[in-house]
């Protein structure tokens, strides 16, 4: 069993460099350094959406990210090429990762896409599960942090309501078919992979996260009907939110 820890929750308006910006990457800096400190390196994994690019841009902003010794990977991905408008990579590449590695603040190598190969049955999401135990053996193959994006109907990562990549415990990038939300080919952390993440920060912004929010915190609410609350199984759970 899980030992479930209350979660912090970070309340306030999103502008870059507000309170609610800065604690917010406190949290993930802690998480990240902690990281280092322990292993020499930090996995950090990451989605597709609008709400990741705020955080992640207040990081890149942040100078006292270790951003040397973080490895970058995606928590879902959509099954389309890296250069095509719907990848998750493509969201974070272009005003975060890229400004990063032509500073000279990280490699490109530190920067692990998961590459949708059309050529095998599963996509690639195998070689992608290989390349992430290459890079997180140190860290006993979970994430140091993981930041979610929840969606309306509380999905976080590429796991979807009442949908049957839920079911699948094993731990691991599983593939995903059906996602009700497009593209409906995806990988996805495992549920038990996100569980087992060492912080978890999710991500509810705007009016239209209100129910979701509202069911993350029910305790009546099982995961099947709101798969953001995997999260609350993470050993640091953090909410950060602009609803009152
Ligand atoms: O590929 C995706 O669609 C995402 O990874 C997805 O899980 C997203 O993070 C949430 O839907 C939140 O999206 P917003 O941040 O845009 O609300």
Redesign the pocket.
């Known amino acids: 069993m899980y030992a479930k820890q209350p979660y912090e929750q970070i309340y306030g308006s999103w502008e870059p460099a507000s309170p609610v910006a800065a604690r917010t990457a406190a949290v993930c800096k802690q998480a990240l350094r902690q990281a280092v400190a322990e292993n020499g390196q930090a996995v950090i994994a990451i989605?597709?959406?609008?709400?990741?690019t705020r955080v992640l841009e207040a990081l890149r902003d942040d100078p006292e990210v270790p951003w040397e010794h973080i490895h970058i990977f995606w928590v879902?991905e959509?099954w389309v090429p890296l250069e095509h408008p719907d990848s998750?990579f493509g969201a974070a590449w272009q005003p975060v990762l890229q400004p990063l590695v032509a500073a000279g603040r990280m490699h490109q190598d530190q920067v692990h896409p998961f590459r949708y190969r059309s050529d095998l049955p599963d996509g690639g999401v195998g070689l992608y599960q290989s390349e992430f135990r290459q890079y997180a053996a140190d860290s006993a193959e979970r994430f140091d942090l993981v930041l979610l994006?929840?969606?309306e109907d509380g999905?976080?990562?590429?796991l979807f309501p009442r949908h049957p990549a839920l079911a699948e415990t094993g731990y691991g990038f599983i593939a995903v078919d059906n996602s009700p939300?497009p593209p409906p080919q995806r990988m996805s952390a495992s549920r038990t992979m996100i569980a087992a993440a060492r912080c978890a920060v999710l991500?509810f912004f705007g009016e239209g996260k209100r129910t979701a929010l509202e069911r993350f915190g029910d305790d009546e609410v099982p995961i099947e009907a709101c798969p953001c609350k995997i999260a609350l199984q993470a050993v640091h759970t953090v909410v950060v939110t602009d609803l009152g």
């Open positions: 989605p597709g959406g609008r709400s990741i879902d959509r998750n994006g929840v969606g999905h976080c990562a590429s939300k991500l």
